[in-house]
């Protein structure tokens, strides 16, 4: 499979975990279970739906220190007031690229702004960025 192939299939499982990360925050009465159970899947590629549980199921396991280092590190904002999608993005690009390493932290950060601009508000994209850049410039690298 070449590089651009697997680079589209994390672009769309990334999609598809932060909308099933923005799922959980707006009904904590599911779990990751159920959240994947209602996700319409079928016409997905497999490996974007491998990689899309693997990325909700290590943002949820890893939930309290992601939120741990954004509550460290916004200034002027809680966590619970910030834009929905603006942080599961940077949530989930916390785990995939400062927790658990699984890509280069720019690679994460990068995507996190990309789909913010895509699903979040007109300034989802400065603030994602800024917000992460922040915590990854005062964070050591694992």
Known sequence: MSRSAITQIRHRAREIALQ?????DLRPDINVEEA???????DEDEK???????????VVEHREETSELLRENIIGWRPERM????????????????VACRVPVAVAISEAVELAKTFGTEESG?????????????????
């Open 20 to 24: 099933l990360i923005y799922e959980l």
């Open 36 to 42: 994947i159970a209602l996700y319409p899947f079928e």
């Open 48 to 58: 974007a739906f491998a990689y899309a549980s693997e990325l909700l199921r290590g």
């Open 83 to 98: 834009v929905a999608v603006d942080k599961a993005a940077i949530c989930m690009a916390l785990y995939e690229g400062v």
């Open 126 to 142: 400065r603030f994602v960025n800024g917000v992460l850049g922040r915590i990854v410039r005062k964070e050591p690298t694992k």
